[in-house]
């Protein structure tokens, strides 16, 4: 059974930095293409960032490059969103996601809140 496991998230003042991590189990992260996403009540999900285990290749919204940073660790089966710099409109509920065969697989979501 596929299951992703989200923490991390948090409250912090704006410039400050939150690491997400995305604890998997029931599978392997290789072959799959990962992805962090986020909503806010009223608005659509929108994607963050990707990484394709295949070749570690990495995607960012425009929103988030230069901020933000995916990774993986292969022995723990985990994937993470560092996030520096955060601004209030990165406030949100974060999602890690992992895509294979056609099908996503998702979390159950952390709230990221970036006040002061």
């Known amino acids: 059974q596929v299951q992703l496991v989200e923490s991390g998230g948090g409250l912090v003042q704006p410039g400050g930095s939150l690491r997400l991590s995305c604890a998997t189990s029931g599978f392997l992260l290789d072959g799959y293409v990962i992805g962090w996403f986020r909503q806010v009540p009223g608005k659509e999900r929108e994607a963050v960032s990707c990484?394709?285990?295949?070749?570690?290749?990495?995607t960012y919204a425009d929103s988030v490059k230069g901020r933000f940073t995916i990774s993986r660790d292969k022995a723990k089966n985990t994937v993470y969103l560092q996030m520096n710099s955060l601004k209030p409109e990165d406030t949100a509920v974060y999602y890690c996601?992992?895509?294979?065969?056609?099908?996503?697989?998702w979390g159950q979501g952390t709230q990221v809140t970036v006040s002061s």
């Open positions: 990484i394709t285990t295949s070749d570690e290749s990495t």
């Open positions: 996601a992992a895509l294979k065969g056609g099908l996503w697989y």
